[in-house]
Nanobody
Framework: QVQLVESGGGLVQPGGSLRLSCAAS????????MGWYRRAPGKERELVAR???????NYADSVKGRFTISRDNAKNMVYLQMNSLKPEDTAVYYC????????????WGKGTLVTVSS
């Protein structure tokens, strides 16, 4: 069983930056494709960014050029660097993972709130 714990959320002004972190427990982290997702008030959860076990990445169009996802397999960590934040980035951000050995399994953290407001 893998547990994910997000941190780094908070209140930031428009144009500011935040770095979210996701700590994963357990072994085999380097065999889990990871991602960041978010749910804004009144909206469905959406993909923000993904990073595969080999480090390939993809992003939602709304965050391209502003957000960067990365992972450190030695530390069992995934990060989301968020720059040039906008009010529409306000959401609860979730860390998620899907292991290579069973695509039917999904791991989720409890989320961290990001509020972009002046």
């Amino acid at each position: 069983q893998v547990q994910l714990v997000e941190s780094g959320g908070g209140l930031v002004q428009p144009g500011g930056s935040l770095r979210l972190s996701c700590a994963a427990s357990g072994s085999m982290f380097d065999s889990i494709n990871m991602g960041w997702y978010r749910r804004a008030p009144g909206k469905e959860r959406e993909l923000v960014a993904r990073i595969s076990v080999i480090g390939s990445t993809n992003y939602a169009d709304s965050v391209k050029g502003r957000f960067t996802i990365s992972r450190d397999n030695a530390k069992n960590m995934v990060y989301l660097q968020m720059n040039s934040l906008k009010p529409e980035d306000t959401a609860v951000y979730y860390c998620g993972g899907r292991p290579l050995w069973n695509a039917g399994i999904e791991y989720w953290g409890k989320g961290t709130l990001v509020t972009v407001s002046s």
